[in-house]
């Protein structure tokens, strides 16, 4: 009683602005108002995220349902909102557009004997962070679908901030190396939804294929907030 009273008071004192413009008052039952819900470059359907993964090419061919909320381009919207969710500790956004990728597509789909794999940070930038994001958008995932998240099964074992590398491949032999599965933990998993924010060129998703395909899942699927364009 004396919360709702304190929410209502808090919300009245410091009203919640749109995720996105963060000017408008958002629409009830969102966090984004009218004019971003219309304007977000949101994917329109599971066929356009997988053909957004032309040419990227570490994404791994073996990954048959792909699916993503947006588009993903620099210094737009969805640039910033990310932005903010990794350095601002805006987690409450990823959870929530985590919930809007669920709603969107995985109503649909019937994912009873899979279990969410958020793409892992290295445990000293998890520290520096207070989170990982992309446990962050599997919160909001598991809002609407209840499926568990493991987060013990795939860990990343070099800091990503060290890489200097700047051509594809020799990125992607870097990031080869960075992800290994736990080897206290032996459980393999049937079915993996595997969680990152964006997938720019597809080697971090490949990365994590590698590794847990070591252990023969029947299928991984990738889900993200944005697949850049
Ligand atoms: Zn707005």
Same mark, same amino acid.
């Given at each position: 009683m004396f919360k709702d009273y304190f929410n209502a008071l808090f919300g009245l004192i410091f009203p919640s602005l749109c995720y !996105?413009?963060?000017?408008q008052e958002p629409l009830k039952n969102h966090n984004f108002c009218l004019s971003c819900l219309e304007s977000? =470059?949101? @994917?329109?359907s599971a066929e356009d995220s997988f053909a957004a993964? !032309?040419?990227?090419?570490?994404? =791994?061919? #073996? @990954? $048959?349902n792909f699916w993503s909320l947006f588009y993903y381009t620099k210094d737009s919207d969805v640039a910033e909102m990310i932005h903010r969710i990794k350095y601002d500790g805006q987690f409450r956004i990823a959870r929530y557009l985590g919930k809007l990728l669920a709603e969107k597509?995985?109503?649909? @789909?019937?994912? #009873?004997?899979y279990v969410i794999i958020p793409v892992p940070v290295h445990p000293k930038r998890r520290r520096e962070r207070g989170f990982n994001q992309a446990e962050e958008i599997a919160k909001g995932f598991i809002s609407v679908v209840q499926i568990p998240i493991i987060t013990d099964h795939l860990i990343r #074992?070099?800091? $990503? #901030?060290s890489q200097t590398a700047k051509d594809k491949d020799s990125r992607s032999s870097v990031l080869g190396d960075s992800f290994i599965l736990n080897p206290k933990k032996s459980k393999a998993f049937k079915n993996i939804l595997l969680i990152d924010d964006v997938i720019t060129t597809g080697s971090t998703i490949g990365a994590c294929v590698n590794q847990l395909s070591l252990k023969k899942p029947d299928q991984i699927i990738v889900a993200s907030l944005g697949i850049s364009i």
């Open positions: !996105a413009c963060r000017i977000l =470059p949101f @994917v329109d993964l !032309a040419g990227k090419d570490f994404f =791994p061919d #073996s @990954v $048959e597509y995985l109503t649909k @789909v019937d994912l #009873s004997d #074992s070099k800091n $990503e #901030s």
